[in-house]
């Protein structure tokens, strides 16, 4: 019996999620730039004025920048101004860094990174700015983390976008994927991703091109999801096919889910 909340809501209802969140981070910190002032915080704040969105942001733990290695553990206090804007901002481990892959870690290395990844969401976030579905690196399908996600609120991870279901998986697991759109594997239980933002700007196209895929997949699966990635918000084409992603699902009354 799935535990996936929301999956049995008769409203309709899509998530959204952004990978590989680190830089804009350390962007606010250095230059001190209020948080929503900063370019990439001020559209989402824009997006969910708008449309009441929520947004997951799954984070690298440490990356080198200009030729210096940076972490998390830099990022300065930002529990007021995330609070202060409603709380509709959620932040969970991606990877340790763009290179290294979950799933070429033991168990042991990935809890390692990503207990120092929640210390630092706990500091400059909150602990009830976690968020409850999370997509690794590289889909990492971290099943054998299963107790762990559990008691740090985790209640899914999400799975590949790809015909393939699932890289580690048993077959019955990615059938039910591709069909339903979900599945449980020892003790977690994983979600399909459908949407990279990116590639509706890649294809180029156009609004009625998005809405007939928004309704092909909502008439399969019953739900939408939708991410990016956040160095993608660099370029204005995404940033304009992601308010045309929100302004379409606003029109099919399809909302975004209250906590990511």
Not at 6 to 25: A, G, M, R, Y
């Amino acid at each position: 019996m799935l535990t996936i909340d929301n999956f049995e809501t008769k409203s309709p209802w899509f998530h959204f999620s952004i990978d590989d969140v680190f830089d804009s981070l350390i962007e606010v910190t250095d230059k001190n730039i209020p948080l929503f002032e900063h370019p990439y915080f001020y559209l989402l704040k824009e997006m969910h004025e708008r449309y009441n969105i929520t947004v997951g942001l799954h984070l690298f733990f440490e990356k080198e920048i200009n030729g210096k290695s940076r972490n998390l553990c830099e990022i300065r206090d930002l529990r007021k101004e995330i609070s202060g804007a409603g709380g509709w901002i959620y932040f969970g481990p991606h990877a340790l860094d763009f290179k290294t892959a979950p799933y070429n870690q033991s168990r042991e290395e990935q809890m390692a990174v990503f207990n120092r990844t929640y210390d630092e969401i706990d500091r400059f976030a909150g602990k009830n700015s976690y968020a409850k579905w999370i997509r690794l690196h590289f889909y990492s399908e971290s099943y054998e983390l299963a107790d762990y996600f559990k008691n740090k609120g985790v209640t899914a991870l999400f799975s590949t976008d790809r015909l393939v279901g699932s890289h580690r998986m048993p077959q019955a697991i990615k059938d039910s994927l591709n069909n339903i759109g979900y599945a449980s594997h020892e003790g977690i239980d994983f979600i399909r991703t459908q949407f990279r933002v990116e590639f509706f700007a890649d294809d180029n196209l156009s609004k009625q091109a998005i809405e007939s895929l928004f309704k092909e997949s909502f008439a399969k699966y019953g739900y939408i999801i939708l991410y990016t990635h956040e160095y993608e918000f660099a370029r204005k084409e995404v940033c304009e096919a992601l308010k045309v992603s929100f302004e379409l699902l606003d029109k099919l009354s399809i909302k975004s889910l209250p906590k990511a």
